[in-house]
């Protein structure tokens, strides 16, 4: 698979007025808050990305092959260099991939993100003022068919995978299953946590977050209650800049992970089996 050809050609449809392509991509993705996966294989997890194209391409030449799953934890877009490329190219996956990609939303999927921090200024330069009207017709409708979340059972182990964490007042996987996926994450608490809480060991239960109103640091009880209620074995999670690439924390219960070389690290991915939990560099950072 030439990825990179793929997404050219595709950025150029674009360019050029057509998308049926972005209409397809819709009616591809769960549109379901939490999505429930039971596989036999290795599961692979990519941590935000935000326009690093380089650690997509380089991850793809890594797994194409073979049966693993891989599970997309969101932030696609904003801040590196290749935003829209690196958007398209997860969705080119999803269709070339099926059922083998897994795309979950995180809280850079979001218009307000996307103003302040550079993914509706790539998209104007890149394609001009049709790339707003792109925006509006086609991406945020693509935002909100993103699950929030997902329970994937491999061999026994079952993993529970989010762009942020936990919110505070613990929900139940149905719970989670029946949040409204709305533009403006701002209007449902959960959501908004779900994509922005950050884990933090020296907290026991939970303090306000340097990140904002609304959002916290959730500590060692609420991870172990929300284990215990939704029956978790393991909880994996990107949005924070982790040096070596992962992190593990709470005596191995939650792993962070990171796939962008744009903060100064090497980009990793974390792969899950059944009995072997690995960090996998990606390469140098550039």
């Given at each position: ?22 209409k397809e ?175 933090l060991e ?80 990606l390469g140098?950072?550039?």
């Amino acid at each position: 698979m030439d990825l990179q050809e793929e997404i050219s050609i595709l950025v150029n449809d674009l360019k050029e007025g057509r998308y049926s392509l972005l209409k397809e991509f819709t009616e591809l993705l769960e549109n379901t808050p939490l999505i429930r996966k039971q596989v036999d294989c290795k599961v692979v997890f990519v941590g935000d990305l935000h326009g690093d194209l380089y650690s997509l391409l380089r991850l793809i030449d890594l797994y194409e092959k073979g049966d693993s799953l891989i599970v997309f934890l969101g932030d696609y877009v904003d801040r590196g260099y290749y935003q829209l490329e690196t958007l398209m190219g997860v969705l080119l996956l999803k269709k070339l991939l099926g059922d083998r990609i897994l795309l979950l939303r995180g809280n850079h999927e979001d218009p307000m993100m996307n103003y302040n921090y550079g993914f509706l200024m790539d998209i104007r330069h890149k394609l001009g003022l049709k790339g707003l009207r792109i925006y509006q017709t086609y991406i945020l409708d693509i935002y909100i068919r993103l699950p929030v979340a997902a329970l994937i059972n491999t061999g026994g182990r079952k993993i529970f995978a989010v762009h942020g964490g936990i919110p505070i007042e613990v929900p139940s996987l149905n719970e989670i299953s029946q949040i409204r996926q709305r533009v403006d994450v701002l209007e449902d608490p959960t959501l908004l946590q779900l994509l922005w809480n950050d884990p933090l060991e020296d907290v026991e239960d939970y303090a306000p977050n340097i990140r904002g109103e609304g959002i916290f640091y959730y500590g060692r009880k609420i991870v172990e209650k929300f284990m215990v209620k939704n029956d978790v074995d393991l909880i994996v999670r990107a949005h924070e800049p982790v040096s070596s690439g992962a992190r593990s924390m709470f005596n191995g219960r939650l792993y962070t992970v990171f796939t962008c070389r744009y903060y100064g690290i090497s980009p990793s991915v974390l792969e899950v089996e059944p009995h072997r939990i690995h960090v996998k560099k990606l390469g140098s950072v550039v």
